[in-house]
């Protein structure tokens, strides 16, 4: 697969797929504001993203809201606080639209898969 960012940009037609190589080829981009904390933009289209976001052990991010979508987290490995909720490896969380959650990786760090779906 040709992994050039206009692939995973607003492609609603054909089906994308990405495979464990792929997935390791697309780049860490550190997030901006918070040390420590890398994300990895696997889909997106606008202000929605499908993002696989490490954590180093105790590092965070402020949860801005989002008001144009529903917003899905999946701890994926590690444990964090989630909007003042303790999650570990395989956990949940659902964040409202406009609802603020900030994020502070565990004692070994986290990885999350976090997801945006728009209102309708």
């Known amino acids: 697969m040709n992994l050039m960012t206009t692939d995973r940009h607003a492609t609603l037609e054909p089906l994308l797929t990405l495979d464990p190589n792929d997935i390791g080829q697309l ?15 696997l889909w997106a289209a606008g202000d929605l993203n499908d ?11 402020p949860g ?3 008001l144009a979508a529903h917003q899905h987290i999946w701890v994926i490995s590690g444990s964090a606080s989630i ?3 303790t999650l570990v490896a395989g956990s949940y969380v659902y964040v409202p639209p406009g609802t603020t959650h900030s994020i502070t990786a565990g004692a070994g760090g986290c ?7 728009p209102l309708s």
């Open 64 to 66: 801005r809201p989002h």
């Open 83 to 85: 909007a003042a909720r």
């Open 111 to 117: 990885l999350l898969l976090q997801m945006h779906l």
């Open 27 to 41: 780049p860490w981009c550190p997030v901006p504001d918070c040390p420590g904390v890398v994300a990895k933009e």
């Open 51 to 61: 993002t696989l976001i490490s954590y180093g052990k105790g590092c965070a991010t």
